[in-house]
Antibody, heavy 119, light 110 residues
């Protein structure tokens, strides 16, 4: 059974970097058949896919146009986890952030982390 | 505004059937598989349907999915009060190389 456990600060100051980690059990971040995604949800934006990382003989990333200039998603093979870094945050980045596994279909999700952007 | 269009809400009585539509375009639904997710209050979305009409293990056959052209439909039969949730469609958007979702549909079981 795949489990995704999220961790990271729940409060971030405006203009700073939001960083979250998703620890994987029951699968490998280096899997040749999975992709590892970050999604966020807010009342104003609904469900918004942010990006993904995946391994197919080498590492690839895809990012949403809306955050492409501010986002990085990195795999950590030594800890079997992946991370989200979103810089220059504003109050519009306040949302529940989820990690999820899937290459199209998102079949396993983390528990969600409510991130508040406030000074 | 979401790339995929869903009705904001639907309702039906217990035991009845309901359908939820999801409309897109050739660059998303028209050429890619559709997934459906159920989100109960305060929880993460849960995969209900994948590859247009397949159910993951543990999802009852009361839930079904179909796709025609650039639209997809989620069907739920034998409605139960526990089915009250938000339902989202999702697919790959080829032009953006991104996953896209519908705005969600709130199901009320009267």
């Amino acid at each position: 059974q795949v489990q995704l456990q999220q961790s990271g600060p729940r409060l971030v100051k405006p203009s700073q970097t939001l960083s979250l980690t998703c620890a994987i059990s029951g699968d490998s971040v280096s899997s040749n058949s999975a992709a590892w995604n970050w999604i966020r949800q807010s009342p104003s934006r609904g469900l918004e896919w942010l990006g993904r990382t995946y391994y197919r003989s080498k590492w690839y990333n895809n990012y949403a146009v809306s955050v492409k200039s501010r986002i990085t998603i990195n795999p950590d093979t030594s800890k079997n986890q992946f991370s989200l870094h979103l810089n220059s945050v504003t109050p519009e980045d306040m949302a529940v952030y989820y990690c999820a596994r899937g290459d199209g279909d998102l079949d396993y999700w983390g528990q969600g982390t409510l991130v508040t952007v406030s000074s | 505004q979401s790339v995929l269009t869903q009705p904001p809400s639907v309702s039906a009585a217990p035991g009845q059937k309901v359908t939820i539509s999801c409309s897109g375009s050739t660059s998303n639904i028209g050429n890619n598989y559709v997934s459906w997710y159920q989100q109960l209050p305060g929880t993460a979305p849960k995969l209900l349907i994948y590859d247009n009409n397949k159910r993951p293990s543990g999802i009852p056959d009361r839930f079904s999915g179909s796709k025609s052209g650039t639209s997809a439909t989620l069907g739920i039969t034998g409605l139960q009060t526990g089915d009250e949730a938000d339902y989202y469609c999702g697919t790959w958007e080829s032009s953006l190389r991104a996953v896209v979702f519908g705005g969600g549909t709130k199901l009320t079981v009267l």
